[in-house]
C-alpha cells in the first residue's frame, strides 16, 4: 500500500488542491536530507519525524531541539523555497487542520485529573499517546512490509545495540528467536563484527541507537552497506547520519517531557515488528512456539504448571 494512500487518508485534499501541500513540503524535507548540510539535514530529519506539531513549533523552540541556531533555522527555510519559519508552517497549517483524537472515557478521566495536579505529566502522556500512533503508522508502509518479509526469510538476521539500547536490541532478537532459527545478537567484544561483515551468507542487519550515538553504531552501518548487507536502523528524531547508511529507518519519538530521552516506544515499534513477521511466517510459527514452550516447562517449568514435567 503506498504512502500516498495513507497520506490522503490523513489528510484529504481540497478540491482547490492537484496536490496535498505536506508531501510538497515532505518532499522538500526529504530533497534536503540528501543534498544539504549537516545542519540542513538535522532540521530536515526532524522536521520529516514531528511533521504534525511543526505547526505549533517556533523557530527558536526547533532551533533549540536540534541544536543549531535560530538563524540556521530561518536560512534553511529559504533554501525550501519558503520566506521563513512561519511561511512554512502556514503551508502545512492550511492542510493539516484539526485532528481530535477518539480516546476512551477512562483516558479523558486520567487527563483531567493529570491537568489538575501536573501539566507536565499530561502533556509526556499527549506526547507519548503520539509516538504510539506514529509507529503503527510505519506499520502501513511499505517499508515496514519489506522488513518484515526480510526478518522473516532472510537467512541469518543479526540485530546490534549499542550503549543503554543494547538491552532494546537483546529484547528484540530473543523475542525473534522464538520464531525462526539463526537471530543472532551481536558481539561487541570481538571488535571487528566479522560474523556478519566477514561472511558471504544471506544476512540482514538491524540496528538500534539514540542519542548521544556510538561510533561504532555508524561504522557498523556503513560496513554492512559496503558488504551488501541490508541495514535497518531503529533510532530517534534526532539522528541525521542514519537515512545515508540504512536501507530503511524508524525515527521514534523519544522525548516525552521526561529529564532523559525515552526509548520506551522503540520497545513498542520491536514488538509490533516481531508481530508482523510472526503473520509473515505463518501457522507454521505455532509448532516452533509449542517446542519452546515444552523445552521451557520440562528444563526451567512455569509458575502455577501441574502439567509440566521437570527434567530430572
Given at each position: 500500500?503506498?504512502?500516498?494512500?495513507h497520506?490522503?487518508?490523513?489528510?484529504?485534499?481540497?478540491?482547490?488542491?492537484?496536490?496535498?501541500?505536506?508531501?510538497?513540503?515532505?518532499?522538500k524535507?526529504?530533497?534536503?536530507?540528501?543534498?544539504?548540510?549537516?545542519?540542513?539535514?538535522s532540521?530536515?530529519?526532524?522536521?520529516?519525524?514531528?511533521?504534525?506539531?511543526?505547526?505549533?513549533?517556533?523557530?527558536?523552540?526547533?532551533?533549540?531541539?536540534?541544536e543549531?541556531?535560530?538563524?540556521?533555522?530561518?536560512?534553511?527555510?529559504?533554501?525550501?523555497?519558503?520566506?521563513?519559519f512561519?511561511?512554512?508552517?502556514?503551508?502545512l497549517?492550511?492542510?493539516?487542520?484539526?485532528?481530535?483524537?477518539?480516546?476512551?472515557?477512562?483516558l479523558?478521566?486520567?487527563?483531567?485529573?493529570?491537568?489538575?495536579?501536573n501539566?507536565h505529566?499530561t502533556?509526556?502522556?499527549?506526547?507519548?499517546?503520539?509516538?504510539?500512533?506514529?509507529i503503527?503508522?510505519?506499520?502501513?508502509?511499505?517499508?515496514?512490509?519489506?522488513?518484515?518479509?526480510r526478518?522473516?526469510?532472510?537467512?541469518?538476521?543479526?540485530?546490534a545495540?549499542?550503549?543503554?539500547?543494547?538491552g532494546?536490541?537483546?529484547?528484540?532478537?530473543?523475542?525473534?528467536?522464538?520464531?525462526?532459527?539463526?537471530?543472532?545478537?551481536?558481539?561487541?567484544?570481538?571488535?571487528?563484527?566479522?560474523?556478519?561483515?566477514?561472511?558471504?551468507?544471506?544476512?540482514?542487519?538491524?540496528?538500534?541507537?539514540?542519542?548521544?550515538?556510538?561510533?561504532?553504531?555508524?561504522?557498523?552501518?556503513?560496513?554492512?552497506?559496503?558488504?551488501?548487507?541490508?541495514?535497518t536502523?531503529?533510532?530517534?528524531?534526532?539522528?541525521?547520519?542514519?537515512?545515508?547508511?540504512?536501507?530503511?529507518?524508524?525515527?521514534?519519538?523519544?522525548?516525552?517531557?521526561?529529564?532523559?530521552?525515552?526509548?520506551a516506544?522503540?520497545?513498542?515499534?520491536?514488538?509490533?515488528?516481531?508481530?508482523?513477521?510472526?503473520?509473515?511466517?505463518?501457522?507454521?510459527?505455532?509448532?516452533?512456539?509449542?517446542?519452546?514452550?515444552?523445552?521451557?516447562?520440562?528444563?526451567?517449568?512455569?509458575?502455577?504448571?501441574?502439567?509440566?514435567?521437570?527434567?530430572?
Open positions: 500500500m503506498s504512502e500516498n494512500f497520506h490522503n487518508l490523513r489528510f484529504p485534499l481540497r478540491l482547490s488542491e492537484s496536490l496535498p501541500l505536506p508531501m510538497t513540503v515532505r518532499s524535507l526529504s530533497n534536503a536530507l540528501k543534498t544539504g548540510s549537516k545542519a540542513d539535514k532540521i530536515a530529519n526532524y522536521m520529516l519525524g514531528t511533521l504534525a506539531e511543526v505547526p505549533f513549533e517556533t523557530a527558536a523552540s526547533l532551533a533549540a531541539k536540534v543549531v541556531s535560530e538563524a540556521t533555522v530561518g536560512r534553511f527555510c529559504r533554501s525550501a523555497g519558503y520566506k521563513s512561519k511561511d512554512l508552517k502556514e503551508h497549517k492550511a492542510d493539516l487542520g484539526d485532528h481530535p483524537w477518539l480516546v476512551s472515557d477512562r479523558n478521566e486520567m487527563h483531567s485529573s493529570a491537568r489538575k495536579d501539566t505529566l502533556d509526556g502522556m499527549e506526547m507519548e499517546i503520539a509516538a504510539v500512533v506514529r503503527y503508522e510505519y506499520a502501513g508502509t511499505p517499508e515496514w512490509q519489506t522488513v518484515a518479509e526478518l522473516a526469510h532472510t537467512a541469518n538476521v543479526y540485530v545495540g549499542f550503549q543503554t539500547e543494547r532494546l536490541a537483546q529484547y528484540f532478537a530473543n523475542q525473534m528467536q522464538y520464531l525462526r532459527d539463526r537471530v543472532m545478537l551481536l558481539d561487541l567484544a570481538g571488535g571487528n563484527f566479522a560474523e556478519v561483515l566477514a561472511s558471504d551468507q544471506d544476512a540482514c542487519l538491524v540496528i538500534f541507537e539514540a542519542r548521544r550515538y556510538s561510533r561504532m553504531a555508524k561504522v557498523l552501518a556503513q560496513e554492512a552497506q559496503a558488504a551488501s548487507v541490508p541495514v536502523i531503529v533510532t530517534d528524531l534526532f539522528c541525521d547520519w542514519a537515512r545515508d547508511n540504512a536501507d530503511e529507518v524508524f525515527a521514534v519519538p523519544t522525548q516525552f517531557n521526561q529529564f532523559w530521552d525515552s526509548t516506544q522503540m520497545a513498542s515499534l520491536s514488538n509490533l515488528m516481531i508481530n508482523s513477521v510472526c503473520m509473515e511466517l505463518g501457522p507454521d510459527v505455532e509448532d516452533r512456539l509449542s517446542r519452546f514452550a515444552k523445552l521451557y516447562g520440562s528444563i526451567t517449568g512455569h509458575v502455577g504448571d501441574p502439567i509440566a514435567t521437570i527434567a530430572k
